[in-house]
């Protein structure tokens, strides 16, 4: 691709597919039309959509399904989130699991996350989860640890992050609200450090929190994003990037955003 003011050699990421530099897009039912006009501007900084907690169960299948093509038209791979998941092991136990699966392939997904941000749930059912997703359905899961109401200890999610992997995760997910600063929307750079210092930084994405935690505003998440890029590098996998945010967060990643030293 022949790109402006190629003469100022402004550094070119790695091509997809990527294993590290990753960007997750969350995706809260953008209209088809909509998505196909974000993708043909910027699909080459998006690696992942997630199709957010439980919209697929709310609107017409058939929206999923050109929503699902779309995406990979344009090589983004989409999923479902995590919290519907928990949903149905909440609503209708582990017995529900399996037609979950089926429905997530049969719709045309096959990346599905296994969380349990809201969810109380033993680590060998999380594990069973994952296991079953993978080996009997054929699905790629995306692991993730953190809760978004209680506070965990960082270590807790350093093991939780080995066995989500143990289990067969091919990433995992650190909820944003447990690095988030509930009184200020600040980032709790010690948290994320600690994470950071034990487990491989390609096998994690570090996920923005959302506008829903209390104090948490646009200016608080920009700043997240440059801290991820300051203190890790551009190959730092970044997650819950809304639509908007897509192209300021690959100006950090290549050096010509806002707020970076240069």
Request: proline share 5%; with cysteine; glycine share 8%.
């Amino acid at each position: 691709m022949k790109r402006a003011f190629e003469f100022l050699n402004v550094p070119q990421r790695p091509p997809k597919p990527r294993q590290s530099g990753m960007t997750m897009m969350v995706d809260w039912w953008l209209p088809v039309g909509l998505q196909r006009d974000l993708l043909q501007a910027q699909a080459s900084f998006i690696d992942i959509a997630k199709i957010a907690v439980g919209i697929s169960g709310i609107l017409p299948r058939d929206i999923a399904e050109q929503k699902i093509t779309l995406y990979r038209e344009y090589n983004v791979t989409p999923f479902l989130g995590g919290q519907f998941l928990e949903y149905t092991v909440a609503k209708h136990g582990m017995k529900m699991a399996p037609a979950y699966f089926k429905e997530v392939a049969d719709i045309g997904f096959t990346v599905v996350e296994v969380s349990d941000n809201n969810l109380d749930i033993s680590k060998e059912d999380k594990q069973s989860l994952i296991r079953m997703a993978v080996q009997e359905y054929g699905l790629t899961v995306l692991g993730e640890v953190g809760s978004k109401n209680d506070v965990s200890s960082p270590m807790a999610m350093v093991q939780g992050i080995r066995d989500c992997l143990a289990a067969g995760s091919w990433k995992v997910f650190v909820e944003g609200a447990e690095f988030t600063d509930k009184q200020t929307g600040q980032l709790l750079p010690e948290v994320v450090s600690t994470i950071a210092q034990n487990v491989p930084l390609a096998d994690i994405m570090l996920e923005l929190p959302g506008t829903w935690i209390s104090n948490v505003h646009s200016c608080g998440i920009y700043d997240m994003m440059v801290f991820f890029i300051e203190e890790f590098g551009s190959d730092m996998n970044i997650a819950n990037v809304l639509p908007e945010l897509i192209v300021p967060l690959e100006t950090l990643r290549t050096g010509v955003g806002v707020k970076l030293k240069i």
